[in-house]
């Protein structure tokens, strides 16, 4: 469960939260809500809010006070998105990036082997988006 807190994926912060209950993987499952959030914080919405704010409450040790504030940081500084979210903003394509391999084989690329790999799949896409 630890490693999908390094994935900054949307579906394994949902996943994730589903453990919040139960008895013997809550605080791993906190902790990673908490390192998913705290690493993409548009992650929180009207659905992730109460996981995140329940992954808060069950989080202990000594960094939690920490851990805790930067949380109630990223609540308060990141409105809570509701409805309708547009991917594209109408006008051109800022943002977007190209698609580079799998996400296995990103993961077993060395970050100067991404950000080349990513540069050259944002040139290819360039050529063909429209």
Known sequence: MKELGKTR??????????????????????????????????????????????????????????????????????????GFVSLFNGKDLTGWKGLVANPIKRLQMSSQELAAAQVKADEQAKKSWV
């Open 9 to 82: 994926s949307y579906k394994a912060l949902l996943y994730v939260t589903s453990f919040l209950n139960h008895p013997y993987l809550k605080k791993t499952a906190a902790q990673t809500v908490s390192q998913l959030v705290l690493s993409r914080p548009d992650f929180l919405d009207e659905g992730t809010k109460p996981a995140v704010e329940k992954a808060c409450a069950l989080l202990s040790g000594s960094k939690t006070k920490t851990l805790r504030q930067l949380i109630d940081k990223q609540i308060r500084e990141h409105q809570v998105k509701s």
